[in-house]
């Protein structure tokens, strides 16, 4: 593959981190996995997992069954939502007249 | 905001090229725009858009309407494709016994 572009190191940068995070490349993640993903990836984006029943609420919307591993297509459903939260912050932002990125 | 993650950054990218590629804020691409933003950002994992019928191939499959601008939301569907596949093919490496990553 040719020299990739940010946008595409972006898209590997998140297909690899939920790949790193199984230790039995099984392809799903055990709760603790994702656990550690998160505080450890997503200190800043998502918030509450630091309690049982937070990180529950998270998991149930992200769409996990109770006692299910964690599928690419759960925490692809948590990305979207961060970055659907984050593109109406920078949307807003931009329509009250600040020329911003997010960093 | 703390130190961002690798995860976080990524996120931040994807939403910052979104709203770099537009040229008015109004928080919509035009396709020309579009266009560019694939042509530069999207050269490997995004194929066919040399042509007008493979263009607009991509567009319908994102959801775009014939004469509407493309919304975040479009340009998210296009990338979830794009995360799925390469989640899919990582996937298979895995099972056949290959302990690597995305390049």
New interface residues.
């Given amino acids: 593959?040719?020299q990739?572009?940010?946008?595409?190191?972006?898209?590997?940068?998140?297909?690899?981190?939920?790949?790193?995070a199984s230790s039995n490349?099984s392809?799903t993640l055990k709760t603790d996995e994702f656990k550690n993903?998160l505080s450890?990836?997503?200190?800043?984006?998502v918030k509450g997992i630091a309690t049982e029943q937070g990180l529950g609420e998270i998991m149930r919307k992200m769409g996990v069954a109770d006692g299910e591993g964690i599928s690419?297509?759960n925490f692809?459903s948590l990305?979207?939502n961060?970055?659907?939260n984050?593109?109406s912050i920078?949307?807003a932002a931009?329509?009250a007249g600040c020329?911003c990125?997010?960093?």
């Fill in positions: 593959m040719a990739s572009s940010d946008l595409e190191q972006a898209i590997s940068t998140l297909v690899n981190q939920f790949h790193s490349g392809g993903l450890s990836q997503m200190p800043n984006m690419f297509k692809w990305i979207q961060v970055a659907t984050q593109h920078l949307a931009q329509k020329s990125i997010l960093l």
